[in-house]
């Protein structure tokens, strides 16, 4: 069935942190791989970016990456600032925090498996923040043609406990 989603790998963090590596995800025959990330607990407010790793297992935080995101929320007027080329991370992936209280992202991650095309990702996410609700909506190219092999989410400013599965489309 065009579109349905077969499940390859979940993993979980133990306890809160500020690095989350999903390896060994990629390379599996799908032009399109999905990853649902549920912030089960956060320490506070910051945000998420993410850095692939490359064919050999190396994470990549060269300037490699161009991004656009926008960050919506509750309390005040929209953040459209989360842009720029040349970056070494492609954010924001999910935005907000607040002690006690969880969140989730989807990223849709295309030409993973593919050594001749750029990687290009897609997210967005919705969190709890002490002074309301935050959403995201972020895209983001990796720009060297090249297998990646999984995923690093980097969580700046705080730490927080995640769950992160990954799904094949067909």
């Not at 459209?80 to 989730?104: D, Y």
């Not at 990223?107 to 923040?129: C, E, G, L, W």
């Amino acid at each position: 069935m065009a579109g349905s989603l077969e499940f390859i790998k979940q993993i979980s963090t133990s306890g809160k942190v500020t690095n989350f590596d999903f390896t060994d995800i990629f390379d599996k025959g799908f032009n399109q791989y999905t990853i649902t990330l549920k912030i089960n607990e956060a320490s506070g407010d910051g945000y998420i970016g993410l850095h692939f790793f490359d064919d050999s297992g190396t994470v990549i935080t060269d300037s490699e990456y161009d991004l656009a995101g926008l960050e919506l929320k509750s309390e005040t007027s929209f953040d459209s600032s989360w842009r720029g080329v040349n970056q070494f991370q492609i954010a924001p992936i999910i935005t907000g925090g607040k002690a006690l209280t969880g969140g989730g992202a989807t990223i849709q991650i295309f030409n993973a498996d593919d050594s001749s095309s750029f990687t290009f990702v897609t997210a967005q996410s919705a969190m709890n923040r002490d002074s309301g609700l935050r959403g995201t909506k972020t895209i983001g190219v990796h720009k060297v043609a090249e297998k990646v092999s999984g995923v690093r989410f980097r969580v700046q400013s705080q730490t927080y406990d995640m769950t992160a599965t990954v799904y094949g489309v067909k």
